[in-house]
């Protein structure tokens, strides 16, 4: 039982527009959701995160947004750059340790 | 500053036989976890040590062990390997145990034949 679904396994954007990436989850005891961002053949990387008593938080060109009455978080890149290709995993950390993927998106931000 | 190191990068295992991947980290963080990550299912939580001395099960914790050696390092054991254990194994550690970014090691990718 998947509780972090990320339904879009892969997106193509071209440079400098935007790409969001989408996360839902089921467990609304999820108190702190986190982005990674991942290249092959290497571990994955913290991009942004936020906690359940916030809606958004930006971090340059990174901005998470988290709606809890929809379950649903979003990843806004703006604007997108051809290094920011990459698969993105969603996250949800419920009782402090317990940290919960999505399946991952892969972005592919075109020249 | 290493980070978090694992070995080995590559292994291959027959059904059956046992192994340890070793983990790392030079952060002097308390938190460590291990991980696999399986097409379509992203990371799965294997084990998880909130600090030196404990262990917790996660996700997934069936057909492995764990030591926390000392603050540096975790390990995971597979006791008898399955073919349902091939996957890209990742080690993680954390300075908090809550919220805070997880920082992943390289990953190690093993085949059960």
């Known amino acids: 039982d998947q509780q972090v679904k990320q339904n879009s396994p892969s997106l193509s954007v071209q440079e400098g527009r935007i790409s969001i990436l989408n996360c839902d989850y089921t467990n609304s005891m999820f108190d702190y959701f986190l982005w990674y961002k991942k290249y092959p053949a290497e571990g994955p990387t913290f991009l942004i995160s936020i906690s359940s008593i916030k809606d958004k938080n930006e971090d340059g060109r990174f901005t998470v947004f988290l709606n809890k009455s929809a379950k649903h978080l979003s990843l806004h890149i703006v604007p997108s750059q051809p290094g920011d290709s990459a698969v993105y995993f969603c996250?949800?950390?419920?009782?402090?340790?317990?940290?919960?993927f999505g399946a991952g998106t892969r972005l592919t931000v075109k020249p | 500053n290493a980070g978090v190191t694992q070995t080995p990068k590559f292994q291959v295992l027959k059904t059956g036989q046992s192994m340890t991947l070793q983990c790392a980290q030079d952060?002097?963080?308390?938190?460590m976890y291990w991980y696999r990550q399986d097409p379509g299912m992203g990371l799965r939580l294997i084990y998880y040590s909130a600090s030196e001395g404990t262990t917790d099960k996660g996700e997934v914790p069936n057909g492995y062990n764990v030591s926390r050696l000392n603050k540096r390092e975790f390990s995971l054991r597979l006791e008898s390997a399955a073919p349902s254990q091939t996957s890209v194994y990742f080690c993680a550690s954390i300075r908090e145990r809550r919220g805070n970014e997880q920082f992943f090691g390289p990953g190690t990718r093993l085949t059960v034949l």
């Open positions: 952060m002097n963080h308390n938190s």
């Open positions: 996250a949800a950390i419920i009782n402090n340790n317990d940290m919960r």
